[in-house]
């Protein structure tokens, strides 16, 4: 997709919409009958299902990859019509999940774990050779040199976010790889290079403790954007300080990620607590990426620092989107217990960071499907009535289209990358824990978490001060 969730914040939103706002995506012309295949199967067991999904999800990723890097297309339409002649623009973030995409993929055997290695072993042989910006990548890439596309005119550097969903995915690969045989742990080793050489204190403009989501080689700071919480870039800080070369110190996230305490919320919506003020905002739940994106790799079971419980947390935010769309107050056709989910996609009349508070009757599948670790027996129900009931409206390629609305009778056949990786992870790390465990299990994760007052029983983190200190 166009990495754009991440950028569905504050004035970013404005960018999103300049830059989108133009595509118009009614009248989709008929897709290749190979492209949209209905469902024969309507008595799948969950656990078949779920497989069914991540298989299907996972060939954006995989047959669908841009062709020299082997990392992920911004978006792939279908029906073959593309804004900007970018087919062959690649999405950092999105290649992030896609690579997460990717393990998911050996351990289920929808590859082998040789085609996983060889397709790995490509992807950051490119990424070691594309364009840097003090060690971090552009939001888009043009696949076929590995330059910079610029996301905007001033938007033709580093984007800070977009790396760090990268740079979680390339410690998964380098935990997952790194006790296999010697080629293996030859992959291990440049994954791990290319995480270390991110300069996260680059990013701090200046060493003001706050970091910022932009730099431009031809406009400096000129963007202006320090990423203060609560949204979906918490991930940014962990590494950031949890980085063995170019960390930062624990107070950039105490005072630029959390305001110094001012994160915290007190408000509640249906019931339930929203624990963190999203954006600022004290009673108001942004998109439901913002309890995703952060959390493909980094396990929130158990979580805790002073300022939250990262399960109740995200929990929370996916059952306000629940209930918000059961009670429907704009009345949209469709919404329900088994239509709901509000996130960052396509709209109706081009892009939008879809919320409680931004509800244009459009349904995003993966903003429930996402959330299966959270609410289980809710996200099943949906998957269930998009497979069974929607059918071919909906089922195509890779897996379910991006979104749709019953109101419109919108059901537009295409995908975007950032939307659909969250997906084949989501619900691998519901069913098994595999990438939470992968991306936990690094010694400098836990020691950066532990320096930042995290505690975790599900994962032993580091009270050893000589590892915390060596991260200082």
């Known amino acids: 997709m166009m990495n754009l969730k991440t950028m569905v914040t504050n004035k970013n939103f404005a960018k999103i919409l300049l830059l989108f706002g133009f595509i118009g995506f009614l009248g989709c012309s008929t897709p290749k009958a190979e492209d949209s295949q209905p469902p024969t199967e309507t008595t799948l067991s969950d656990d078949s299902l779920l497989t069914l999904v991540q298989q299907q999800t996972f060939q954006y990723f995989w047959e669908g990859a841009e062709d020299i890097s082997g990392l992920a297309r911004e978006r792939i339409h279908i ?36 085609e996983g290695y060889n397709r790995l072993t490509r992807i950051v ?181 002073q300022y939250a419980d990262y399960w109740t947390l995200n929990k929370n935010h996916t059952l306000i989107d629940r209930e918000y769309c059961i009670e429907n107050p704009k009345n949209f056709k469709g919404y329900g217990k088994n239509a709901w989910g509000l996130t960052a996609s396509y709209s109706v009349d081009g892009y939008s960071g879809h919320s409680p508070k931004n509800d244009l009757g459009v349904i995003t599948p993966t903003a429930a499907i996402s959330a299966i670790p959270y609410t289980p027996e809710y996200s099943m129900d949906v998957i269930r009535y998009l497979y069974n009931d929607l059918g071919d409206k909906l089922w195509g390629k890779y897996g379910f289209y991006d979104a749709y609305s019953e109101t419109d009778n919108w059901f537009p056949k295409r995908y975007l990358a950032i939307d659909q990786g969250t997906i084949p992870v989501m619900i691998e790390n519901h069913r098994s824990g595999l990438l939470w465990d992968l991306f936990m299990s690094a010694p400098e994760i836990k020691a950066g978490l532990t320096k930042l007052g995290f505690t975790s029983t599900q994962h032993n983190l580091t009270t050893n001060k000589e590892v915390v200190n060596s991260i200082q």
């Not at 002649?85 to 998911?104: A, E």
């Not at 993929?105 to 040789?114: L, N």
């Open 79 to 114: 029906d073959g019509v593309y804004p900007q002649n970018d087919q062959n623009v690649i999405t950092t973030g999105g290649s992030g999940f896609g690579i997460m995409t990717i393990l998911v993929g050996i351990e289920r055997g929808f590859i082998t774990r040789s």
């Open 125 to 305: 042989d490119y990424l070691e050779k594309a364009d840097r910006f003090h060690g971090a990548w552009p939001h888009w890439l043009y696949g076929p040199t590995g330059k910079v596309k610029p996301f905007g005119e001033k938007d033709n550097g580093g984007d800070l976010v977009e790396t760090a969903f990268m740079a979680q995915a390339l410690i998964c690969v380098r935990q997952y790889f790194n006790e296999g045989n010697i080629e293996e742990k030859g992959l291990a080793k440049k994954a791990d290079e290319l995480w270390k050489g991110i300069d996260w204190d680059f990013y701090r403009n200046g060493e003001q403790n706050v970091l910022y989501w932009h730099w431009s080689p031809n406009y400096g700071w000129t963007m202006n954007f320090p990423i203060r919480g609560y949204d979906e870039c918490l991930i940014t800080y962990v590494l950031a300080v949890s980085s063995p070369t170019h960390g930062v110190p624990a107070a950039v996230y105490h005072e630029g990620w959390a305001r110094n305490g001012a994160i915290k919320s007190s408000a509640e919506q249906y019931g339930y607590k929203v624990v963190l003020a999203h954006n600022g905002h004290e009673g108001t739940v942004g998109p439901l990426f913002w309890s995703q994106y952060s959390y493909l790799a980094l396990d929130p079971r158990e979580l805790k620092d």
